[in-house]
């Protein structure tokens, strides 16, 4: 069973920065992808940033250029590194890892419990 724990959340005000990290424990047969995602008030969750075990990247366009996603495979941690934070990224912020737990299995989604990141002035 793999567990996710998100941590690095908090208040900033607009233009100041937060890294967010995601912890994995328990093991996985093979990572896809590991990602976050975000869920505004009143809005679908989105994906913000995913990285490959490969290290390959993407972004929504919407923070392109401010954030950054970046990996510790020794640590099994994903960080997510946001810069220029805009009164617009205020959600609850999820990390996911895509993968298969064995292979038996399908791939799946397994979530972590969210982190709220609130940009006010």
């Known amino acids: 069973q793999v567990q996710l724990v998100e941590s690095g959340g908090g208040l900033v005000q607009p233009g100041g920065s937060l890294r967010l990290s995601c912890a994995a424990s328990?093991?996985?047969?093979?990572?896809?992808?590991r990602g976050w995602y975000r869920q505004a008030p009143g809005k679908q969750r989105e994906l913000v940033a995913s990285?490959?075990?490969?290290?390959?990247?993407n972004y929504a366009d919407s923070v392109k250029g401010r954030f950054t996603i970046y990996s510790d495979n020794a640590k099994n941690t994903v960080y997510l590194q946001m810069n220029s934070l805009k009164l617009e990224d205020t959600a609850v912020y999820y990390c996911n890892t895509y993968g298969r737990a064995n292979l038996a299995t399908n791939p799946n989604d397994y979530w972590g419990q969210g982190t709220q990141v609130t940009v006010s002035s």
């Open positions: 328990g093991s996985i047969f093979r990572i896809y992808t």
């Open positions: 990285i490959t075990p490969s290290g390959n990247t």
